[in-house]
């Protein structure tokens, strides 16, 4: 089992930046991709980014290219989400995935495995 714990989500201006953490334990050595999603209200969940642990290759949404970045630390377990020039439109609850999947995978749901309980990012005009 791997328990994931975000933080750092709050409420910004537009135009501003936040940085969401999130903490891994348990068996975090199965972890082959880490990523983070966000859900906001009447919408379908959303891939945001994720990340290869073992590589660092990345993959980002289209509507989050050139303002987020995902970043990992793993010696603390640990996987970032820069978030830069917030609209309201980012208004969600983000949620921390893992995959443990050796195979390659896509930004979608069914493709991890373990999932945060989310943190409330709200961004206001």
């Known amino acids: 089992q791997v328990r994931l714990v975000e933080s750092g989500g709050g409420s910004v201006q537009a135009g501003g930046s936040l940085t969401l953490s999130c903490a891994a334990s348990?068996?975090?050595?199965?972890?082959?991709?880490m990523g983070w999603f966000r859900q906001a209200p009447g919408k379908e969940r959303e891939g945001v980014a994720l990340i290869s642990t073992a590589g660092g290759r990345t993959s980002y949404a289209d509507s989050v290219k050139g303002r987020f970045t995902i970043s990992q630390d793993k010696a603390k377990n640990s996987v970032y989400l820069q978030m830069d020039s917030l609209t309201p439109e980012d208004t969600a609850i983000y949620y921390c995935?893992?995959?443990?999947?050796?195979?390659?995978?896509?930004?979608?749901?069914?493709?991890?495995?373990?999932w945060g309980q989310g943190t409330q990012v709200t961004v206001s005009s």
């Open positions: 348990g068996n975090t050595y199965r972890n082959t991709y």
């Open positions: 995935a893992a995959s443990i999947s050796v195979w390659s995978i896509q930004l979608i749901g069914p493709d991890f495995d373990y």
